[in-house]
């Protein structure tokens, strides 16, 4: 059987529980919001295929457990990993000091290099909101990685992540030709070149 893609990523979300990152991933791949989803067991993943440049891209986002019990299951997942992307609760102070630990773990587990990005989740529930945007937008800086509030409920900047020139870019060495990320909602194409 011939494979339907040109180009396999691997991504990571990383987090504690609760902070919606199966939300997450079911919204990027599915296109789908259920508030009543149940913590996540070990690791699970999503599929979904996105057109670069007439090239069909085939992204494996996977879901990790949040509790500590998990951890020696989901840390193996790290390597391999092209893309980690670290998620936290903006309404949960917790959460986010924790990003620190999540990035230690990057940093004892993962492959060298590994691209990073930061989630600050749940901007839709502003009224309860713990972690500023600043806060969150200062830590990715001051760790040289992207940063981005989304929402899996209300669908904010969930397709924004998945299309980001900069973290696609820093994917390790695929082409070496210059592509253009394309969607249906985008409003204009980002030139970028695949590694």
């Not at 180009?7 to 529980?17: E, H, P």
């Not at 919001?33 to 599929?47: A, E, M, P």
């Not at 749940?122 to 800086?141: M, Q, Y």
Request: proline letters at 2%; aromatic letters at 8%.
């Amino acid at each position: 059987m011939a494979k339907k893609y040109d180009f396999l990523f691997k991504l990571l979300l990383i987090g504690d529980s609760g902070v919606g990152k199966t939300c997450l991933i079911i919204r990027f791949a599915e296109d789908n919001f259920n508030s009543t989803y149940i913590s996540t067991i070990g690791i699970d993943f999503k599929v979904k295929t996105i057109d670069v440049d007439g090239k069909k891209v085939k992204l494996q986002v996977w879901d990790t457990a949040g509790q500590e019990r998990f951890k020696t299951i989901t840390t193996a997942y790290y390597r391999g990993a092209m893309g980690i992307i670290l998620v936290y609760d903006i309404t949960d102070e917790k959460s986010f000091e924790n990003i620190q630990n999540w990035m230690k773990s990057i940093k004892e587990n993962a492959s060298a290099g590994v691209s990073q990005m930061l989630l600050g989740n749940k901007c839709d529930i502003e009224g309860k909101r713990k972690v500023l945007k600043e806060t969150g937008a200062g830590l990715a800086e001051r760790h040289g990685i992207r940063f981005f509030e989304t929402s899996a409920k209300s669908s904010i900047n969930v397709e924004e992540v998945s299309r980001d020139c900069d973290f696609i870019t820093d994917l390790p060495p695929q082409t070496g030709k210059e592509v253009k990320i394309t969607s249906s909602a985008a409003k204009s194409p980002s030139k970028c070149v695949i590694l």
